[in-house]
């Protein structure tokens, strides 16, 4: 039988293989993913890498990186649904890969035998292995999102941080500082703010202060940043202030972005995001040897990030993703000594495996997601009863080998209820209805509507009739709809009557189901449905 270190190189790639499956095979989630998609699709369509698009419009919500990505892919492969979701599982993989050099780096592999006579598996595998083996990761792995990006330069900052310290070489803080920079221009200036948090504490405590700054770092920084932001603010001049006062003091300082929630908000996400590999850690303190200097560096690294997102006034799930780095790190380091903790974990998967596949026979499920929902709960609670079993045994990289089963089996157990989900919560299927009544010269209006999934389908912009700009889910848009309305893509109410007399123009009308006015004004002008699904409806002459 092969030894540990070969099980867990192939079981490696079983996992990254296992992540890939299903990538496509479903469609793109209103707002967030729709919206991130139809950006890189007009990246794409005009080949502008400088300025992101939302339905011809200035989209400053967030920096370049991620819709470059994607747009790039978009060239190769298409505008798909696979093309939008492939750059965020590119950055988790890359993200694993750094982890295993790094712990690879930081701790020689382990020499002495276990009880059983096998070597003990090395910590650089198992930190790459339990990091793509979180719930978390996985998620934001195939997700159209900027979090995998972000917390791929995150955790390179923080990591070389460590280093720069330890071995006090400037290369490492001039690298951590590059990371930092390209973090920036892929979410805004929180990935200055949380390798910091953690590396200033730590290099104070080591008295290695000065080993975080060097020129070549500032430079690096400065090179990451400073071209695309210059260009951006040629064609923006108010680009900075909407970056650093909106979309950064107001969206972590106060409740003006809507996204508040309790100090505990985070914790089951920790929790649970980070699956079974929390309970491994929480079921194992003992293990925790909190006098070894990378082990404090790793404590730090989770507790820091976390209560500053508590403490701040914007909260989403995704925001804690960096913490499932150091969370597979500290994993790494102590899974020789955990076995309390993997039987802990063990027992809880068994546990709930249970009772999900019991959940759909006992649980009243809509009806619109009853029968998927209830394929993939008795799907995932299956897998988790079997990883859980196999998790009892004495064998410590077959232990960790069953924990992970329950996890990368998720993109294929979950897919029935996520298809479930896309049909009420996609217009792909809308855009299907309405594609034979589309010519180039139609015009597609969006009345108090607009889902970039819809212009992602259908390929095309839209005018959009709102007195706001809330439809575009921008807030950039929406504190700047008065200079953008009455332009190509945004009208006002107004512009919708003298639009209903015009009858020598081919137009499809998208209203909201539950828009009364709307639908009744449209019926009135003697226009037909022509398509509908679960959150609009489409009218035409």
Request: hydrophobic share 55%; charged share 15%.
């Amino acid at each position: 039988m092969a030894g540990p270190s070969s099980l867990l190189r192939w079981w490696l790639l079983a996992v990254v293989l296992a992540l890939s499956i299903h990538l496509g095979g479903f469609p793109l989630f209103d707002p967030d993913e729709g919206r991130n998609a139809e950006v890189g699709r007009e990246m794409a369509a005009t080949n502008d890498y400088v300025m992101p698009r939302l339905d011809g419009l200035p989209y400053l919500d967030k920096p370049i990186v991620y819709f470059a990505a994607e747009a790039a892919a978009m060239e190769v492969l298409g505008p798909t649904e696979t093309a939008a979701r492939l750059p965020a599982l590119l950055f988790t993989l890359i993200n694993a890969a750094f982890l295993w050099w790094f712990m690879r780096r930081c701790v020689a592999p382990p020499s002495s035998a276990d009880e059983t006579g096998a070597q003990p598996p090395q910590g650089d595998l198992i930190a790459a292995i339990v990091f793509l083996a979180t719930p978390l990761a996985i998620s934001f792995s195939r997700t159209v999102i900027f979090d995998s990006a972000l917390a791929l330069f995150i955790t390179m900052a923080t990591a070389f941080f460590y280093l720069a310290c330890e071995e006090e070489s400037r290369k490492w803080s001039g690298l951590a500082w590059l990371a930092i920079g390209l973090g920036v221009i892929t979410k805004g200036p929180v990935a200055l703010a949380l390798p910091l948090l953690v590396a200033i504490p730590y290099a104070i405590w080591r008295k290695r202060f000065r080993a975080l700054w060097s020129w070549s770092g500032l430079g690096l920084f400065i090179l990451a940043v400073a071209p695309w932001v210059w260009a951006i603010s040629r064609a923006i001049p108010d680009f900075l202030h909407y970056v650093l006062v909106t979309e950064t003091a107001q969206r972590l300082a106060t409740k003006a972005l809507k996204r508040t929630g309790p100090p505990w908000y985070f914790i089951p996400y920790i929790i649970g995001g980070a699956l079974p590999w929390s309970i491994v850690l929480l079921g194992s303190p003992k293990a925790i040897d909190r006098r070894d200097r990378l082990t404090i560096f790793l404590l730090l690294w989770i507790a820091i990030p976390f209560l500053f997102f508590s403490i701040s006034q914007s909260k989403r799930p995704q925001y804690i993703l960096p913490l499932m780095a150091p969370v597979a790190l500290l994993v790494a380091r102590i899974w020789r000594d955990a076995r309390m903790g993997s039987r802990v974990a063990a027992i809880v998967l068994l546990i709930a495996g249970a009772a999900l596949v019991i959940a759909p026979f006992v649980a009243h499920l809509p009806a619109e997601y009853g029968e998927a929902a209830k394929v993939s709960a008795i799907a995932i609670g299956a897998t988790w009863i079997i990883g859980g079993a196999l998790a009892l045994m004495p064998r410590r990289d077959f232990a960790l080998v069953a924990l992970t089963i329950p996890m990368i089996a998720i993109p294929l157990t979950a897919n029935p209820i996520m298809q479930a989900i896309g049909a009420r919560r996609s217009e792909a299927g809308l855009v299907e209805q309405l594609r034979p009544l589309v010519t180039p010269k139609t015009e597609v209006v969006g009345i108090d509507s607009f889902s970039g999934s819809m212009t992602f389908y259908a390929q095309r912009t839209m005018i959009v009739v709102t007195p706001d700009a809330e439809e575009l889910t921008s807030n950039y848009l929406i504190r700047h709809y008065a200079t953008f309305a009455g332009g190509a893509s945004i009208k006002p109410e107004s512009w919708l009557g003298g639009a209903l007399l015009d009858a020598t123009t081919p137009r499809i009308y998208i209203v909201r189901n539950n828009d009364a006015p709307h639908r009744a004004q449209l019926a009135a002008r003697g226009l037909r449905v022509v398509g509908s699904d679960a959150r609009y409806v489409a009218y035409a002459r």
